[in-house]
């Protein structure tokens, strides 16, 4: 029998996609039986100038004009996304050698963590002859209009309630899936947090706390940990340690190293790192932004988040679930984030209790799940 082949795609606007590209390629590499698969970013595809300006355009956005994003983020779920004109015509020609590259390839799926792959071309890489079916794995727990397209044969979100999205906006409930977000592997196990730390060299039986800003750094990171900071000087009786992962921001890594923390802190400062899961797994409380991906892996480990200025659109949704749910805090801006830890240091309960409902917005398995359901269509014949 033919081994099934699977075409991963994805594009660098936000390094959530691509993790979350990177999982299904994980989960592939191991699926039985045995699947042929390929993860690229379809930016790939065209000029390194287009690509450059795509993805840090993004960036830009959301770290200087956070409220503008938030405005276009708003704008764009109110009517259905459509290209006419200058655009279309732009558009047929940058993503040209990326529909080439598809019509050579012919999968037998195309499975995207990012709508570009398919938005970009829609329904004209239908009438160049692509024929595999296209699967819309959404990276939030939001499911925003610009998924919504109809070359997609199948959608797979978070939750009932992103189900419900999709269906208001128009798509059909047999199209959609409920699944989860797909996760690396490594952040599916949850391991006793006293063993981790041991492993790590930190210091047991104290609240641990984890800052992280992704894998860029974004955010206002050096006055959050300032003021987280100065709430645990308060409680000199009690020991606490203090964990930043700076990403690749090297400034915020040497003025961070340069400060020293108070005499009950113990801190240890990290630039980029590709252990996050055991930082998770040893951490009592996450602070961070609330990108899909981040949230998504913060559950898998059944860590309470506390979520600081997120981004408005995607990010506040997914802070509003997680805050629904009682799995982690929203602070309303830098100062807040002291009067929330201070509230959790005094009531222990607190942490305990997000913990617990941690489980409610876990989906671990999400990245085999969905290979696992499209394996069912494609191979299986199971109807779409």
């Not at 009438?127 to 925003?144: I, L």
């Not at 981004?311 to 984030?337: C, F, H, T, Y």
Request: proline share 5%.
């Amino acid at each position: 029998m033919k081994v099934p082949y699977f075409l991963i795609l994805s594009a660098s606007g936000g390094a959530g996609h691509l993790r979350a590209a990177s999982a299904l390629s994980q989960a592939a590499s191991v699926f039985d039986p045995p699947l042929k698969f390929r993860n690229e970013d379809c930016l790939d595809f065209t000029t390194k100038a287009f690509k450059k300006l795509y993805s840090e355009s993004y960036l830009a956005l959301v770290n200087k004009a956070p409220e503008l994003w938030g405005y276009l983020y708003s704008k764009a779920e109110a009517k259905p996304y459509s290209k006419k004109g200058l655009l279309q015509i732009f558009d047929d020609m940058n993503y040209k050698s990326y529909l080439k590259f598809l019509k050579e390839e012919q999968p037998d799926a195309i499975l995207c963590t990012h709508f570009l792959p398919f938005i970009s071309l829609s329904t004209r890489m239908r009438r160049a002859g692509v024929t595999a079916p296209v699967f819309a794995v959404t990276t939030d727990f939001d499911a925003h209009q610009y998924w919504v397209d109809p070359v997609v044969d199948r959608y797979y979100v978070y939750s009932e309630e992103s189900a419900w999205q999709l269906r208001a906006k128009g798509v059909l409930a047999d199209k959609i899936r409920v699944k989860g977000i797909p996760i690396l592997s490594q952040f599916t196990k949850r391991e006793a947090a006293a063993e981790v730390r041991l492993h790590l060299g930190l210091p047991n039986g104290r609240l641990t706390i984890l800052m992280v800003w992704g894998g860029f750094g974004v955010g206002k990171a050096e006055e959050m940990v300032q003021e987280v900071l100065a709430m645990l000087q308060i409680f000199p009786e009690q020991s606490f340690t203090l964990i930043t992962v700076c990403g690749k921001n090297e400034k915020l890594l040497q003025r961070l190293s340069a400060g020293s923390p108070p005499a009950n802190v113990s801190m240890r400062i990290l630039g980029y790192v590709d252990n996050l899961h055991e930082l998770m797994n040893a951490a009592d409380l996450l602070v961070s932004k609330a990108g899909g991906l981040t949230s998504a892996e913060a559950m898998a480990l059944g860590v309470p988040m506390l979520v600081v200025d997120p981004i408005p659109g995607q990010e506040s949704r997914n802070a509003e679930m997680i805050v629904e749910q009682r799995a982690g805090w929203k602070a309303l801006d830098i100062a807040n984030i002291g009067y929330k830890i201070k509230r959790i240091i005094e009531e222990p309960r607190l942490l305990a209790e997000a913990r617990a409902a941690t489980t409610q917005l876990a989906r671990p398995n999400a990245a085999m799940d969905i290979l696992r359901d499209v394996y069912a269509v494609v191979v299986k014949g199971d109807q779409l």
